[in-house]
């Protein structure tokens, strides 16, 4: 897709706000959306962050920095440069352009990628985007074919400088596909990052994400399912860290169409002295999605002063007929009477704090499936 495709998003830029208030309940930003604003007049990059190990060890078939690369593709998948050719699929056709972010990624980004998996193929998949010392935005379009099954490793890092990445993925699970879907987002306390995965689950499409983030100096990251197919399934998971000095919005939705369809949504967040994070969830059932099942759980576990931690479930029924609904939230300081009983157990209070922290980083799974532990993410 050129640059002069992209010219008719450049107005909107200046036109669209970065969030509209009916956004939250609250009517509250939780995006410090003055990170952002800071770095997009930065240039694009010229000089690539190198992946460090713990995400280079697992050898990625395609790595989006300043260029595309791709290495040693499964001949069921099929990548297209999107920056360089059409896409079949139109970049942001998902998504849709109607803030700010949206438009600024619309217009600038700089490296894409269209991976089609065939129909009825079962193979995996493993990709990693990079940032870079000024402004880069990857854009990758994942269609998985019908009958499909995909297991995919999705590596985001951003480095050390104060720049701006950009990174919106959207999925396609077509009819009867499975996507078994591994998330690490790993991002420096000096840099920003716009993130979004939108994915629209087909008539019995299956889909298994596990995530785990560690967010920099401004991380906004969104994860959003469209369950539009008959008994379409979701099973998302997520573990959030904020680290001292960063800070992280995480949001994780599951959107009913479909008539059937089943939903699990929920994220556990840890956050550090002097760390923020608000981790939302919204799981809706429309009018037309009978019969389907939802939940949705956010629990927040603050850790020292004076980090701030949000956690903010959403519950939205416009059917009459619903198999399930629940949602649950908390958020929680270690208790004193809790220290006290375990130094009585001989654990110190830096102990106890190391096992909660790990306790939350394997929650989502994600750390398991990728061999990393907290000496990985701090």
Avoid at 49 to 68: A, E, K, M
Avoid at 232 to 253: H, Q
């Amino acid at each position: 897709m050129s640059l002069q495709a992209r010219e008719k998003y450049k107005s909107l830029i200046d036109k669209l706000p970065f969030q509209y208030l009916a956004d939250t309940p609250t009517v509250r930003y939780y995006t410090d959306w003055k990170a952002f604003e800071a770095r997009m007049d930065k240039g694009y990059a010229y000089n690539e962050h190198p992946l460090p190990p713990q995400l280079s060890n697992h050898n990625p078939n395609i790595i989006l920095g300043t260029t595309l690369r791709v290495n040693q593709i499964p001949g069921q998948v099929e990548v297209i440069d999107i920056s360089r050719d059409e896409s079949p699929i139109e970049p942001m056709s998902l998504v849709g352009v109607s803030t700010k972010m949206h438009a600024y990624h619309a217009y600038m980004w700089t490296t894409g990628a269209y991976i089609r998996v065939s129909p009825g193929e079962e193979t995996s998949l493993t990709v990693a985007t990079t940032s870079g010392d000024g402004y880069l935005g990857h854009h990758i379009i994942l269609d998985i074919g019908r009958g499909a099954r995909l297991d995919l490793k999705l590596l985001d890092y951003a480095g050390d400088s104060e720049s701006l990445k950009t990174l919106i993925v959207e999925v396609i699970a077509r009819e009867n596909s499975k996507l078994d879907a591994t998330y690490l987002t790993l991002h420096h306390p000096s840099h920003a990052v716009y993130k979004i995965l939108h994915a629209k689950l087909h008539e019995g499409a299956n889909v298994e994400a596990r995530g785990l983030t560690a967010g920099g100096a401004m991380t906004r990251y969104e994860e959003t399912y469209i369950l539009e197919g008959r008994r379409s399934k979701l099973d998302a998971r997520a573990s959030n860290v904020a680290r001292n000095g960063t800070k992280t919005d995480f949001l994780l939705n599951a959107l009913h169409k479909g008539p059937e369809s089943e939903g699990f949504i929920s994220a556990r967040g840890v956050v550090l002295t002097n760390g923020y994070l608000a981790q939302r969830g919204l799981a809706k059932i429309d009018a037309e999605a009978q019969w389907a099942s939802s939940e949705v759980e956010s629990h927040v576990t603050i850790l020292g002063e004076p980090a701030k931690g949000y956690a903010i479930p959403m519950l939205e029924i416009h059917s009459g007929d619903v198999v399930k609904a629940n949602h649950e939230a908390s958020v929680t300081t270690i208790q004193e009477d809790h220290v006290f009983y375990m130094k009585s157990r001989g654990l110190s209070r830096e102990e106890l704090e190391k096992l909660m922290i790990t306790g939350i980083i394997e929650y989502s799974g994600a750390a398991g499936r990728l061999g990393l532990g907290p000496t990985d993410i701090f």
